[in-house]
């Protein structure tokens, strides 16, 4: 292992022993294990030595509802595997039961993801670490009032409701193969925060993130999407991230940046279509960090766990600033490493769809929105309301690095063993698995961080007819004709 001094930084991580036992249901794609699994390897690559590891407190339902309804989060308190027979009215108000469903400690599963990023931001804002990380956290798509996408609480939006506390500009990047919707939604009408989405777009869940969505009132311009076809590599990501977070670190100047890392986007994904690699997925969190902002990386998806363990702990040293071996060290969970048990994975021979024409358009495109930006945002002084974690507690318990090893005596397996396999993640012949995680087209609700609607009903059924209106005239646009260069998606 060795070390780049000149860019050191002291990194704090949010792990919680217990995530891992936290269970989906049987043939799920979402599994917490994969965040225990992360812990391992990184633990066994000696990175805990670098950096301090906290367990991050419960987030109380009084934080929660910072962003999220207080029906919402009461619901989510009460369910229970047991008890959900009383509740199947608002298990299809808050979309609880399918995708999201019902298991045992999710609420506490909540509590911790959103413990993290909140823990996290608040240690940014008193300075006293420059990068924090919460795999646990990530939940981009969770709603107001509404679970979706395997998401129940958005611990983003939460963190950078902390955030905001301190810093007047927040950077938000999303690196998931999805469109972090919930997390552009809440701040969809605000120039505080800018949201950045680099996703695929065209029948994909959760059908949100067209390029001609940019923001609203005093938010237009501040969302920001980049759609994508399916095949997207390393090569072609660089090419159109590098220089669309160039421009928007220019001409927003944030003064924090929050990165989430969702490994779906690597290749071989279990319900991903692009083609990254680790190295690709870890030059977003290299690039990024070179800004030296106060910098929050969170997970998010990723369902072919063994690579997302691989990535999240290549990008844990790339915060680090420390070179780790691509031979992976023994591990708990060394056999899900198979047949090479090296740390970094291959491409596949799949097409990328997006040409490099396509993604000029897109890029140009996306400058021509930032040039509408003012070039630096005035600055408002206001009070800074009290930090989500009081000073003596911090909320949060230092763990001993070295009380860490081993930890498969503190994971109690309440589990089957084979759910934690990654087997069914290829089915037969590599297939995937597109049961009900598919896109659903949702009209746009123009929320603020208040939640009010900016649209009403009828704004948005005018805004699904005229949508329907431009595809059947034929109307040709320059946008028209970047969704045409690539051709359908499947
Ligand atoms: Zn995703």
Redesign the pocket.
Known sequence: MTTQPHSRKRVCYYYDSDIGNYYYGQGHPMKPHRIRMTHNLLLNYGLYRKMEIYRPHKATAEEMTKFHSDDYIRFLRSIRPDNMSEYNKQMQRFNVGEDCPVFDGLYEFCQLSAGGSVAAAVKLNKQASEICINWGGGL?HAKKSEAS?FCYVNDIVLGILELLKYHQRVLYIDI???HGDGVEEAFYTTDRVMTVSFHKYGEYFPGTGDLRDIGAGKGKYYAVNIPLRDGMDDESYEKIFVPIISKVMETFQPSAVVLQC?A?SLTGDR??CFNLTVRGHGKCVEFVKKYNLPFMMVG???YTIRNVSRAWTYETSVALGVEIANELPYNDYFEYFGPDFKLHISPSNMANQNTPEYLDKIKTRLFENLRMLPHAPGVQVQAIPEDAINEESDGEDKVDKDDRLPQKDLDKRIVPENEFSDSEDEGEGGRRDNRTYKGRKRPRLEKGIDGKDAAGDDKIKEELKSEKDEKEDGKSSTIDDLKKDTGPTP
Request: glycine content about 50%; cysteine-free; aromatic content about 0%.
């Open positions: 981009h996408g998931d193969v999805h969702g779906d319900l991903g998010g998806g990723g």
